[in-house]
C-alpha cells in the first residue's frame, strides 16, 4: 500500500515536496507513479520512477518544474514541485505500477492522496 503526504496551501512560485511512503513490504522491481485529479477533472500523470534503477519519466506539462526522485532504501518517492501555479491545484496520488506507463488504469494500490492548493 502506498501512502501519498506533504499537500498544503501554497502560493503561486511557491515549492512543495510531497512524499509517498510503501508499507506492506513492496517488491523492488516496481513502478510509482504520481497523479492528480482537479475538481471535476479526470486523473492525470504527472510523473514516474522505477524503484530499482530510479528512472524517472515527467509529464511533459510539468517538466521543467517538478522532479520525482526515489530514497536508497526503495521505500519513499519524492515529488519536488516547484514553480507552482494555480493550474497545479488538485489531489496527488500516489499509485504502483510495473513499468513506466502513464495510464492510470496500469496502476494499484493508491492511497488516499495529498490536496494541493495554489492561490493566485
Known amino acids: 500500500q502506498l501512502q501519498a503526504s506533504g499537500g498544503g496551501m501554497v502560493q503561486a512560485g511557491d515549492s512543495l515536496r510531497l512524499s509517498c511512503a510503501a508499507s506492506?513490504?513492496?517488491?523492488?522491481?516496481?513502478?510509482v507513479g504520481w497523479f492528480r485529479q482537479a475538481p471535476g477533472k479526470g486523473r492525470e500523470f504527472v510523473a514516474a520512477?522505477?524503484?530499482?534503477?530510479?528512472?524517472?519519466h515527467i509529464a511533459a506539462s510539468v517538466k521543467g518544474r517538478f522532479t520525482i526522485s526515489r530514497d536508497d532504501a526503495k521505500t519513499t518517492v519524492a515529488l519536488q514541485m516547484n514553480s507552482l501555479k494555480p493550474e497545479d491545484t488538485a489531489i496527488y496520488y500516489c499509485?504502483?505500477?510495473?513499468?513506466?506507463?502513464?495510464?492510470?488504469?496500469?496502476?494499484?494500490?493508491w492511497g488516499q492522496g495529498t490536496q494541493v492548493t495554489v492561490s493566485s
Open positions: 506492506g513490504g513492496t517488491s523492488s522491481s516496481y513502478t
Open positions: 499509485a504502483a505500477s510495473t513499468g513506466l506507463y502513464t495510464s492510470d488504469s496500469q496502476y494499484r494500490s
Open positions: 520512477i522505477t524503484m530499482r534503477g530510479g528512472i524517472p
